[in-house]
């Protein structure tokens, strides 16, 4: 499968961001999906993941709250609403992908596919 992630882009402090990722190839309602995010000098960290279906969630604790997972299968696309934004969540956002089952995968070695990023900056 491959990733196309969008959305990102400049906001003040407590604004919001919409980030959307476009799937192609394999059925997309086949793989669990999440969010990422890197900043400068940082490793990438799990911000939010989101089953097959749709039907279930899972957040950072950090965001939890602020951001919400969403996905449309009959569009292939998964979104990352962020409401409430922090300088402190000022990075790269990556989505991807994973096919496999068997608990929720908070660490990129959990998924298999990534899209390349969209940058957050987000000004005090």
């Known amino acids: 499968v491959q990733l196309q992630a969008s959305g990102g882009g400049l906001v003040q402090a407590g604004g919001y961001l919409r980030l959307s990722c476009v799937a192609s190839?394999?059925?997309?309602?086949?793989?669990?999906m999440g969010w990422f995010r890197q900043a400068p000098g940082k490793e990438r960290e799990f911000v939010a993941s989101?089953?097959?279906?749709?039907?279930?969630?899972y957040y950072a604790v950090s965001v939890k709250g602020r951001f919400s997972i969403s996905r449309d299968n009959a569009k292939n696309t998964v979104h990352l609403q962020m409401n409430s934004l922090k300088p402190e969540d000022t990075a790269v956002y990556f989505c991807a992908a994973r096919s496999t089952t068997g608990g929720w995968a908070v660490t990129p070695g959990g998924y298999k596919y990534w899209g390349q990023g969209t940058l957050v900056t987000v000004s005090s």
């Open positions: 190839g394999r059925a997309f309602s086949g793989y669990e």
């Open positions: 989101i089953s097959r279906s749709g039907g279930s969630t």
